[in-house]
């Protein structure tokens, strides 16, 4: 997520100030410039530098000469988060090569000036705008859509827009501009029985320059920053609450509103009124908690969405998976990852957490008991153990859309049974149940995965529309020269159906494949995603031929000849059909009623 998310402070001596940041870095040395540009490698103030260099070289000249950092004597203890000369936190990802640093402030001057801007704007500016402006849209027709994308997005949180905020003085918000960049911030109160009115403002703010990208994001962020702010305040309450039962502060203030207005103010001033967020909190390890929090809510949020890119028309796989995922507004498209556990309970480490020691110990459990358990790894491999013959009668059965029933002792055996078999159907025509106690139905699922002891109805069992395959595992694994340990196993297939000898044509091409040993499994990949693409061509030519009017067996023949296909498909290509996505069925049907002759 190419954001900086950062803690905000609202000090009464003064006024603004950052109290704590997180960025990014894509550069394997986050802390280095580069030595060109002198800009830090695929962080946000790169993309900041090259949207804004028609900008004045003696405006950057001027930024850049500035010091980011506020001299000491402009700082109280609240104003501040680290120690001076702490390194800061880091955090590195293996996977993506990407480091996220956590500080004060940011080191770029440009990026310090906009986290600056924001900070300002979120605890001084926008506050009085949120309790006194009225919502006034723009007539452009972007704010328009953006307003509507809002309203859908927050609900009654209120509507934040551009340079816009919702009413109420704690609670999300969003403003911004393109030079200044887009906020998301989110104000609060932590208690503090020193404090003028027994609270202090603090303020969570996310800046980016991708308007779009942190609109979409709004309800993530509303969640998981609502949920760091509930447990700062949780830990301020307690120690609040500890403080004001050894000493009422509200009692001893009423007494010295008896003194002198100097005495008093003098006495305001020489005591301990400005303390950090560690001290009302009683947390020495805050920041390096806030760090982590920060650090997977950047990551977290990068992986909610992705751009993806489409060469050429898309295939009937591919609008499927569009189909089953979940699309913003925007055309941003969800894409389901592995959950991010977020850090309740976070530990000190220099690499990013990805599981939770809970989910660690669950996950553990679970492999030890069946770490033994073989797995098929493809087609070929599948079809090497189960034989050619076997492995015909079962794909026959596949590709017209038989129920195939795999029952077993070993969970991960079955699973792999089922994906390696899946790959011979279209994704439309894959309705999986992994793994189930009892039987279900053939309606919800084609592919079905079961304990050897759970019982299948009568009526299945003499049906010719289901097979079932049992998987028996020896009782002891024997030492032997096979190289495979499936060889040990059982396969005992059970059905009613009498199918032709000859199949689909399909299938012929399909063994082929694999009985070439000169063709590596990436090569039969291929080969298998070209030959489903090409029969669901002619799938979608039969089904405009059969939604076009009623036309008689001899018209359908003589269609099938010109596809090249047998009658022995006919089964197949009428199965393959419920396959088709539902945006090809839409225009299909839409082409079909508007070309048809008037009555």
């Given at each position: 997520?190419?954001a900086?998310?950062?803690?905000?402070?609202?000090?009464?001596l003064?006024?603004?100030?950052?109290?704590?940041?997180?960025?990014?870095?894509?550069?394997?040395?986050?802390?280095?410039?580069d030595?060109?540009?002198?800009?830090?490698?695929?962080?946000?103030?790169?993309?900041?530098?090259?949207?804004?260099?028609?900008?004045?070289?003696s405006?950057?000249?001027?930024t850049?000469?500035?010091?980011?950092?506020?001299?000491?004597?402009?700082?109280?203890?609240?104003?501040?988060?680290?120690?001076?000369?702490?390194?800061?936190?880091?955090?590195?990802?293996?996977?993506?090569?990407?480091s996220?640093?956590?500080?004060?402030?940011?080191?770029?001057?440009?990026?310090?000036s906009?986290?600056?801007?924001?900070?300002?704007?979120?605890?001084s500016?926008?506050?009085?705008?949120?309790?006194?402006?009225?919502?006034?849209?723009s007539?452009?027709?972007?704010?328009?859509r953006?307003?509507?994308?809002?309203?859908?997005?927050?609900?009654?949180?209120?509507v934040?827009?551009h340079n816009?905020?919702?009413?109420?003085?704690?609670?999300?918000?969003f403003f911004?501009d393109?030079?200044?960049g887009?906020?998301?911030?989110?104000?609060?109160?932590?208690k503090?029985?020193?404090?003028?009115g027994?609270?202090?403002?603090?303020?969570?703010?996310?800046?980016?320059m991708?308007?779009?990208?942190?609109?979409?994001?709004?309800?993530?962020?509303?969640?998981?920053?609502?949920?760091?702010i509930?447990?700062?305040?949780d830990?301020?309450?307690?120690?609040?609450?500890?403080?004001?039962n050894?000493?009422?502060?509200?009692?001893?203030?009423?007494?010295?509103?008896?003194m002198?207005?100097?005495?008093?103010?003098?006495?305001?001033?020489?005591?301990?009124h400005?303390?950090?967020?560690?001290?009302?909190?009683?947390?020495?390890?805050?920041?390096?908690?806030?760090?982590q929090?920060?650090?997977?809510?950047?990551?977290?949020?990068?992986?909610?969405?992705?751009?993806?890119?489409?060469e050429?028309?898309?295939?009937?796989?591919?609008?499927?998976?569009?189909?089953?995922q979940?699309?913003t507004?925007?055309?941003?498209?969800?894409?389901?990852?592995?959950?991010?556990?977020?850090?309740?309970?976070p530990?000190a480490?220099?690499?990013?957490?990805q599981?939770?020691?809970?989910?660690?110990?669950?996950?553990?459990?679970?492999?030890?008991?069946?770490?033994?358990?073989?797995?098929?790894?493809?087609?070929?491999?599948?079809?090497?153990?189960?034989?050619?013959?076997?492995?015909?009668?079962?794909?026959?059965?596949?590709?017209?859309?038989?129920?195939?029933i795999?029952?077993?002792?070993k969970?991960?055996?079955?699973e792999s049974?089922?994906n390696?078999?899946?790959?011979?159907?279209?994704?439309?025509?894959?309705?999986?149940?992994?793994?189930?106690?009892?039987?279900?139905?053939?309606?919800?699922?084609?592919?079905?995965?079961?304990?050897?002891?759970?019982?299948?109805p009568?009526?299945?069992?003499?049906?010719?529309y289901?097979?079932?395959?049992?998987?028996?595992?020896?009782?002891?694994?024997?030492?032997t020269?096979?190289?495979?340990?499936?060889?040990?196993?059982?396969?005992?297939?059970?059905?009613?159906?009498?199918?032709?000898e000859k199949?689909?044509a399909?299938l012929?091409?399909?063994?082929?494949?694999?009985?070439?040993?000169n063709?590596?499994?990436?090569?039969?990949?291929?080969?298998?995603?070209?030959?489903?693409?090409?029969?669901?061509?002619?799938?979608?030519?039969?089904?405009?031929?059969?939604r076009a009017?009623?036309?008689s067996?001899?018209d359908t023949?003589?269609l099938?000849?010109?596809?090249?296909?047998?009658?022995?498909?006919t089964?197949m290509?009428k199965?393959?059909?419920?396959?088709?996505?539902?945006?090809?069925?839409?225009?299909?049907?839409?082409?079909?009623?508007?070309?048809?002759?008037?009555?």
């Open positions: 997520m190419n900086i998310i950062a803690l905000c402070h609202f000090c009464e003064h006024g603004p100030s950052v109290l704590f940041h997180t960025q990014a870095f894509h550069s394997r040395e986050p802390q280095g410039l030595a060109e540009s002198g800009e830090e490698s695929g962080s946000l103030a790169s993309f900041l530098s090259s949207g804004r260099r028609s900008r004045s070289q405006a950057a000249s001027s850049s000469s500035v010091s980011n950092t506020p001299k000491k004597s402009e700082t109280c203890q609240a104003c501040r988060s680290v120690p001076s000369g702490h390194p800061g936190f880091v955090s590195k990802d293996p996977d993506t090569k990407i996220y640093v956590s500080s004060q402030y940011p080191e770029h001057p440009q990026l310090f906009i986290v600056r801007q924001a900070c300002v704007r979120s605890l500016c926008e506050i009085v705008r949120r309790r006194t402006d009225p919502a006034v849209f007539d452009d027709v972007a704010e328009k953006l307003r509507h994308l809002l309203l859908e997005k927050c609900g009654t949180q209120g934040p827009i816009r905020v919702c009413p109420g003085r704690e609670g999300p918000i911004g393109d030079h200044w887009h906020v998301f911030s989110h104000t609060f109160f932590i503090d029985s020193q404090a003028r027994f609270q202090r403002w603090y303020s969570i703010i996310v800046v980016m991708d308007k779009i990208y942190l609109i979409n994001s709004w309800p993530f962020l509303v969640k998981h920053i609502g949920e760091i509930s447990k700062l305040q830990k301020a309450i307690k120690v609040y609450d500890q403080e004001q050894q000493c009422p502060e509200r009692a001893r203030r009423m007494n010295e509103s008896f002198a207005p100097g005495d008093f103010f003098r006495r305001q001033r020489g005591g301990d400005f303390r950090p967020l560690v001290t009302l909190t009683k947390d020495d390890g805050l920041f390096k908690w806030l760090h929090w920060f650090v997977w809510v950047l990551k977290a949020g990068g992986n909610r969405m992705t751009e993806k890119l489409l050429g028309p898309p295939t009937e796989d591919v609008l499927i998976d569009m189909e089953k979940e699309e507004e925007e055309g941003f498209i969800k894409i389901n990852t592995k959950p991010m556990p977020s850090p309740d309970q530990t480490t220099e690499e990013l957490q599981t939770s020691p809970s989910e660690t110990e669950e996950a553990g459990a679970e492999g030890d008991a069946d770490s033994t358990a073989p797995v098929f790894t493809s087609l070929r491999h599948f079809r090497q153990i189960i034989g050619s013959q076997g492995f015909h009668s079962i794909a026959h059965h596949i590709l017209i859309g038989n129920q195939i795999i029952r077993g002792e969970r991960p055996t079955m049974i089922i390696v078999l899946k790959s011979l159907l279209p994704m439309g025509c894959c309705r999986i149940v992994p793994y189930s106690a009892t039987y279900e139905d053939s309606w919800k699922c084609n592919f079905l995965g079961l304990p050897l002891v759970a019982q299948i009568a009526h299945v069992m003499s049906s010719e289901y097979v079932i395959i049992d998987v028996l595992s020896p009782a002891k694994v024997q030492q020269l096979e190289p495979d340990v499936f060889f040990q196993y059982s396969f005992l297939m059970t059905t009613k159906a009498q199918l032709p199949g689909p399909i012929q091409k399909i063994e082929l494949a694999l009985e070439n040993e063709l590596s499994s990436a090569v039969v990949d291929a080969c298998l995603v070209s030959l489903k693409e090409e029969w669901m061509n002619k799938v979608k030519v039969l089904f405009k031929f059969s009017g009623s036309r067996r001899e023949l003589k099938l000849q010109v596809l090249e296909a047998t009658e022995e498909d089964q290509l199965f393959w059909m419920t396959g088709l996505s539902n945006q090809h069925r839409t225009h299909m049907l839409s082409s079909a009623i508007s070309t048809s002759p008037p009555m």
